[in-house]
């Protein structure tokens, strides 16, 4: 069984990979995730408020699929340097 730890101090930190969709939907309204083409689209046009975790925190769905058509040397080349 996987325990799930939940820290409300991690949108000040960085990122956060979720993998429960209970703490998720606690965070987020499921129509307010956007997918990696979406969040990659928001370059030139980042919005002011965030949908996520009271305006602190935007979810991307769908990294998980970019990693598993990639080998594991790609996929650490494409975290570091491209994500």
Known sequence: MVRTRFNHNWPKRGFAILWDTTVLGRL??????????????????WPDELPAAGGDALVVAGM???LDVL???DAQTWLAGDL
């Open 28 to 45: 987020v309204h499921p129509h307010k995730v956007v997918s990696l083409r979406e969040f990659f689209g928001m370059v030139d046009n």
């Open 71 to 73: 080998n594991s040397e």
């Open 64 to 66: 998980e699929g970019c």
